[in-house]
């Protein structure tokens, strides 16, 4: 599944990102794996919208053990994306923290949540973030996060 | 406690869930910040919000929230109502604020969902 994510579409902000949680489910993923893949789909996906030039994708493929979710965009791109990891750290502007976001834990998160994460960017170019997160069960995230 | 005596204890109302009397309500977050509710939650949780935007809901799909209490007197828009009718996801709102929600809600039983601090983030988990 690839969905199109608009620049600036707050009204929608978040809409692709729940659709692939219930989709997983539907599809018999595990409830953890479908809620960790729905959070780290779904701050990939207001970062799109609050900071891409032009938008950008947000796909998903359900491997036998895993679920992939990619994001892509065109720009700006990250100047320093150890800064931007930085849990706390946001530029966000004034409509997007009116609205509940901007707590620089975004890709924290999305981290937090995936097996792999592996983020790309380059300032002019564009974004490009890549996790898998293991379908592990419900049993195994209890262990983890317990 | 159950969802009716909850909205009782509360002096709200119900919008979602009138069909759910008995959902049991044992465990609460509260925040006005979604990306806080999205980070720190660590179980499924009621959660207790004065946010009405659409991706409160979207939020709560995501997090399997058990039910959503909106505060301060903020009534949700009807698509974000309808929503949570597809889903089944019940809806309470009150006049009372975010503190006297929790405070109401904590004597009578309600505790804090599994969750951690926005220090512990950095910890990898
Ligand atoms: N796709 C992106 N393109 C450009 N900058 C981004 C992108 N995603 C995140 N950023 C930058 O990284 C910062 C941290 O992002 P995040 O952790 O999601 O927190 P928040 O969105 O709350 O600011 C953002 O404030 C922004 O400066
Ligand atoms: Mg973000």
């Not at chain 1, 579409?9 to 794996?33: F, M, P, Y």
Request: with cysteine; hydrophobic share 40%; aromatic share 4%.
């Amino acid at each position: 599944m690839k969905y199109a994510i608009r620049a600036g579409d707050i009204e929608h902000g978040g809409s692709a990102s729940a659709r692939i949680k219930s989709e997983l489910s539907r599809a018999g993923v595990d409830a953890t794996t479908a809620r960790r893949a729905g959070i780290v789909a779904f701050e990939g996906e207001m970062n799109l919208i609050v900071y891409s030039d032009d938008g950008g994708t947000l796909s998903v493929i359900v491997e036998p053990d895993a679920v992939m979710i990619e994001l892509e965009d065109t720009g700006p791109g990250i100047e320093d994306i150890d800064l931007a990891m930085t849990p706390g750290f946001s530029t966000a502007p004034v409509w997007a923290t009116d609205l509940g976001f901007g707590a620089g834990m975004g890709l924290v998160n999305m981290q937090k949540h995936s097996d792999i994460f592996e983020i790309h960017s380059k300032l002019g170019v564009g974004t490009r973030i890549q996790c898998r997160i293991e379908r592990k069960g419900d049993w195994a995230m209890n262990r983890r996060e317990g | 406690m159950k969802l009716c005596d909850l909205a009782e204890l509360i002096a709200g109302s119900i919008l979602v869930g009138e069909d759910q009397p008995d959902l049991v309500i044992d465990r609460a977050f509260a925040a006005d910040l979604l990306s806080d509710v999205l980070a720190l939650t660590e179980e499924q949780t009621t959660l207790i919000t004065g946010m009405v935007n659409p991706q409160v809901m979207r939020v709560a799909e995501i997090l399997n929230v058990i039910a959503v209490i909106f505060v301060r007197g903020k009534v949700p828009p009807a698509s974000l109502v309808e929503y949570a009718n597809r889903l089944n996801i019940p809806l309470v709102t009150t006049k009372k604020t975010m503190f006297e929600t929790c405070g109401l809600m904590y004597a009578h039983g309600v505790r804090a969902c599994r969750s951690r601090s926005t220090c512990q983030m950095s910890d990898s988990g």
